[in-house]
């Protein structure tokens, strides 16, 4: 991995510590989020529901995402740190205890406290895994992609290969106004690859056995 790359890294998550030593969290209520997911449901709880925006592709699993990380993940697109002009228009409706009730919905949400653990092998092609390993995915999203460093983070594993590639293209986006994400870390490792490279690693950490579902709504099960 670049030296830089590996030093930015390094400085950006003792700096998100850092942060997180001092921040007063805001205890989340999955009760509570239960009744506040009605503008959440129309997409991420429909199986092999794809969106159209900004080209097609499956929108993420987020059922048994990391908590803090749906909540960093919603207050980006408040920000405009992420671009999305639907992400953007539901979040800034969220107050901060919103978001962390959500986030602790979604985070328990069809999680299994009595499932196996995840295999340490998946599909893919040993390209797709030489391409991770040169972005130094891992160094963030922990081992097999399923155990982030920092709960800021996602867990990628399983996620939707033609999801993670939109994602991934995203961070390469410059002067665009409807599309992009703001994210040093992320910028340094994306911008590495061309986009054939961006789809074989997407392909791959797609296909890894991982925690991430959809989980239809109660009344559709």
Do not use: W
């Not at 997409?43 to 995402?65: L, N, R, T």
């Not at 391409?131 to 992609?145: I, M, P, R, T, Y």
Request: proline share 5%; net charge positive; aromatic share 6%.
């Amino acid at each position: 991995m670049n030296p830089l790359l590996r030093s930015l890294i390094a400085l950006v998550v003792a700096s998100v510590t850092f942060t997180s030593a001092f921040a007063q969290d805001i205890k989340g209520d999955a009760k509570a989020g239960e009744k506040k997911n009605a503008m959440c449901l129309g997409c991420h709880s429909i199986v092999g529901y794809q969106a159209s925006f900004p080209e097609v592709h499956k929108v993420p699993m987020i059922a048994g995402q990391g908590e803090k990380y749906i909540i960093s993940a919603l207050n980006a697109y408040k920000k405009g740190e992420r671009k999305h002009p639907t992400m953007r228009g539901i979040a800034v409706s969220l107050k901060d205890q919103d978001m962390a009730d959500l986030a602790a919905y979604f985070s328990a949400l069809g999680v299994d406290a009595k499932a196996k653990p995840l295999e340490k092998v998946g599909g893919g092609t040993s390209a797709g895994e030489a391409l991770v390993a040169k972005g130094a995915c891992a160094s963030c999203h922990g081992e097999n992609l399923s155990k982030p460093i920092d709960p800021s983070y996602p867990m990628i594993a399983g996620q939707h290969n033609d999801y993670l590639y939109v994602a991934l293209k995203s961070y390469k986006a410059e002067a665009n106004a409807q599309v992009g994400r703001g994210n040093a870390i992320m910028g340094g490792v994306a911008k590495q690859f061309t986009n054939a490279e961006l789809k074989e690693l997407a392909n791959y950490v797609g296909s890894l056995p991982g925690a991430l579902k959809t989980v239809p709504e109660s009344r559709f099960r």
